[in-house]
């Protein structure tokens, strides 16, 4: 088991110093791996931008949409609530006229019972 332990402990190192020495022995200068390191960093920062511009430029063109989309529904919402309120308020005023007509004939009924209290009132 000790062993084994070992033996990755070595492996590891021993890569570890590959690099290291693979960097060093390089067949490009210093100067010349800064250069290629440098415009590999540009490209991908160059690539990071387009996605980041592309990615912003849906986002806002998904927002317009949906925001157009809001508007539309509510438009539509408050028209409608606009209909069934205009409906409402044309069946309380039926049941209004209803009402007053049934309070002129409950008066008129009144009023002839009073007359006939009257006339039964004077004739005795």
């Not at 190192?13 to 960093?41: C, F, H, M, Q, W």
């Not at 430029?57 to 028209?79: I, M, P, V």
């Amino acid at each position: 088991m000790a062993n084994t332990g070992n033996t990755l402990l070595a492996l590891v190192t021993g890569a570890a110093i590959g690099a290291a020495v693979g960097l060093l022995y390089a067949p490009e200068s210093g100067e010349n791996t800064r250069i290629k390191l440098n415009k590999d960093a540009k490209k991908a920062q160059d690539k990071f931008n387009k996605k980041y511009k592309e990615t912003s430029s849906n986002l806002s063109t998904k927002a317009k949409q949906a925001k157009l989309d809001f508007e539309t529904r509510l438009e539509s919402t408050l028209s409608s609530a606009s209909f069934k309120a205009d409906d409402i308020l044309s069946a309380l005023e039926s049941k209004l006229e209803d009402l007053r007509t049934q309070n002129a004939k409950l008066q008129k009924d009144v009023k002839v019972e009073q007359v006939k209290t009257t006339a039964n009132k004077a004739v005795v």
